[in-house]
């Protein structure tokens, strides 16, 4: 059972326009979210996160909007470039919580490729 | 400063035999966590070792096995090796235990059993 799904194996996107990757997640005990970035042959780049207390927020091109009700995540790049054209994988976990501290569940990640 | 440094970053094994995959930390991180991603996955957490104590250990069978030495540097352990377990082994460090301090991840060790 996947408790973080990103529904969307790939995105493709015309630089300049807005780029919008969605997440989804079943576990409404989950209150810390991130984004991370990947291209090949490298590790994860953490890029945002947002806490459940909040359902905006924002870093530069980067915006990430939480709906807690809706147990969804989107992640917004304006402008997107070429080089934001990674693997982006949305990630959940549960701040303080003392079974498992430093799990973080993974979705299966998007590929966004943003043409010039 | 060097970030996250794995070794080594290539790999190929039999099945049935063991494999040690290597971390090095960021200067004054005292977490590592191990992540496993298999092709088309997203990373699967493996272990969480804070202060060289064992704080979390995800859904993997006993054949992995892990260790964090006094310079905050792990190691990861897989017996008994099965196809199944070609992937890439992640390792990620923070300066603290909990999630909500960034997590720096390595390159990884490409694994392939064959």
């Known amino acids: 059972d996947q408790q973080v799904k990103q529904n969307s194996p790939s995105l493709s996107v015309q630089e300049g326009r807005i780029s919008i990757l969605n997440c989804d997640y079943t576990?409404?005990?989950?209150?810390?979210f991130l984004w991370y970035k990947k291209y090949p042959a490298e590790g994860p780049t953490f890029l945002i996160s947002?806490?459940?207390?909040?359902d905006k927020n924002e870093d530069g091109r980067f915006t990430v909007f939480l709906n807690k009700s809706a147990k969804h995540l989107s992640l917004h790049i304006v402008p997107s470039q070429p080089g934001d054209s990674a693997v982006y994988f949305c990630a959940a976990t549960i701040l303080n919580y003392g079974g498992s501290q430093g799990n973080l569940i993974f979705g299966k990640g998007t590929k966004l490729s943003v043409k010039p | 400063d060097a970030g996250v440094t794995q070794s080594p970053t290539h790999l190929i094994k039999t099945r049935g035999q063991q494999v040690t995959l290597r971390c090095s930390p960021i200067s004054g991180h005292k977490s590592v966590s191990w992540y496993q991603q298999v092709l088309g996955q997203g990373p699967q957490f493996i272990f969480q070792y804070y202060e060289k104590e064992e704080r979390g250990r995800g859904n993997f069978p006993d054949r992995f096995s892990a260790r964090q030495f006094p310079n905050y540097s792990s190691e990861l352990n897989v017996n008994a090796l099965l196809l199944g377990d070609s992937a890439l082994y992640l390792c990620?460090?923070?300066?603290?235990?909990?999630?909500?301090?960034?997590?720096?991840f390595g390159q990884g060790t490409r694994l392939t059993v064959v």
């Open positions: 947002i806490s459940s207390i909040k």
């Open positions: 990620a460090s923070r300066r603290g235990k909990v999630m909500n301090t960034e997590a720096f």
């Open positions: 576990n409404s005990m989950f209150d810390y």
